[in-house]
Each structure stands twice: as C-alpha cells, then as structure tokens.
C-alpha cells in the first residue's frame, strides 16, 4: 500500500486526519446574531448544539463553532461575549458527536477556553496576527491551527483590495504565517492554510485563487477552502445568499480538483455527493 503524503495528514492534540485520498468535511455552526450566512439562525445554543448533531450526521468530520461574525463590515466581539456563546455549545457537543471540534476565533482567551471546552483546532482569521498569546495558546495545548488569509480586518477588508498578483502574495503571506507558527512551538503538522475566499478579495481575486489553488497546495501544508455561500457566488449569478448551492458546489468543486484537503461549508447534507465526486475524480488514475 502506497504511503500517505506527510503533507496531506493533520495531526494534533489526539486527531490524525489522512487527507491523501479524502477530503474532510468542516460543518460551520455560527453562533451569532448577524452571520452573513444563516442569519443568527443558531445564536440560540440549543439551535446550536442541534445543527451540530446534523451536520455530523450529513458526513461533516469537523464542526468549526464560532462567536463572532467575520463577514464584511462586522464589528468585533469581546472575548467575553464569544466565550459566553461558544463555551457551552462546544461543551455539549463534545458530549453529543464523535468528530473533531474547532473554534473560528482570532483571540486565545477564547480559543483557550474552547480547548478546555473540548475543540482540538484553532481556525484563526488572523493567522496568529490578532493576538500576540494566540500562538503560544497553541502551541502550549498542542491544538490544530488554522492559517487564514485576510487582507484588513473584517470591518474594512472589503475597501478596494489591491494586489499586484494575488496568489503570490497569498503564498507569501501564509509562509510567512507557517514561520510565526513554528518559532512559537507549533508542530508543523498541526498546521493548515486556508487562502481567505472573500476576506479582503474582489471577485477576480477570489476567482484566481481558485483558479490556482494547486500552487498553494504544494507550498506543504494541507489546503482548507471556504467559498461556501460567499458573496462573489451572488455577484456572478444574482442569487441571493440562500440561493447559492449550486455556485458554492463548482466553487467546491473546483477547490478540490486543484488539491484542496478540507472544505468549510453550511449545507453539508446537500454537498456531500458533491465532494464525493469531487475527490473520486481527483483521486482516479
């Protein structure tokens, strides 16, 4: 039997994802009042804990929990008030689901929290440029990191972003992120790189990403992609942010042929097959 690629396994804090042949799943849980996306439909926890289940259920190997909205123009939230939404969801979860916990933050307060809750990931918008104890959080309880993207903040991210060419740069950035991570402590296999679909991009943006995803896929860490329901889907096909199924499926799609290892997405029930397909294709001779 063929060994496993060492750059397409996440291993950390008692998790080994094997993404050489299969793509993993990460089922989003926003436990806001003003996501973009679901519109607070689960800020209540109870609604929360359910999604949760659901997604499991629907084949999500991965539930990435998050207490504040990142969508363009959201102001932040304090490290008080993501804890309060985010602790007892993820609580219960670990209790209720046999899958891998994250938490979207960018603060180590709350990721600290989260861990002691029961998360084993830490999916940081930032990549460890929010919060100068974010790294060490990481490193000292051995989680999983998430390297994110973003040109700005969430709140002015969008105010005519700029690149002279923006897959370099997005490497760029996110070697420079990987070196910040390991000279904290951090196990380079506890690292994925996610190049930021919507956070400080234009649509043209978010399309050669997408187009040249394979580049970022060989920088060596696994590749996680989050296109679902964005706004760039909306400008390109006039469909309404809960109209985009099919848009985020060929983003999906696309994301994975060119060697994506883990899709963030809401509807995982509905994309499952597509993912499915998606690595089957990939992984054919």
Known sequence: ???????????????????????????VVNVTPDSFSDGGRYHDADRAVEH????????????????????PGADPVS???????????????????????SVDT????????????????????????????MADTVARNGAGLVLMHMRGEPRNMQHDPVYDDVVSEVIEYLEAAKARALAAGIQPTALAVDPGIGFGKTVGHNLS?????????????????GASRK????????????????????????AILAGARVVRIHDVGELRQTVQLAEAIRNAS
């Open 52 to 71: 949760g289940i659901e997604l499991v259920a629907h084949g999500a190997q991965i539930v990435d929990v998050g207490g504040e909205s990142t969508r």
């Open 106 to 133: 960018s603060r180590a307060a709350v990721a600290q929290a989260a861990i002691d809750a029961g998360a084993v990931i830490v999916n940081d918008i930032s990549a460890l440029s929010a919060d100068p104890q």
């Open 231 to 254: 706004a760039f889907i909306g400008v390109l096909s006039g469909a309404e942010v809960d109209q985009r199924l099919m848009g985020t499926a060929a983003s999906v799609t696309a």
């Open 1 to 27: 039997m063929a060994q496993s690629n060492s750059c397409h396994r996440w291993k950390a804090r008692g998790f080994d994802l094997d993404l050489e042949q299969r793509v993993a799943i990460m089922g």
């Open 79 to 101: 490290v008080e008030q993501q804890i309060e939404r985010v602790v007892p969801v993820i609580r219960r979860l670990r209790g209720e689901i046999d899958a891998l916990i």
């Open 209 to 225: 990403l997408l187009k040249h995803l394979a580049r970022i896929a060989r920088a060596g860490r696994p590749v996680l992609i």
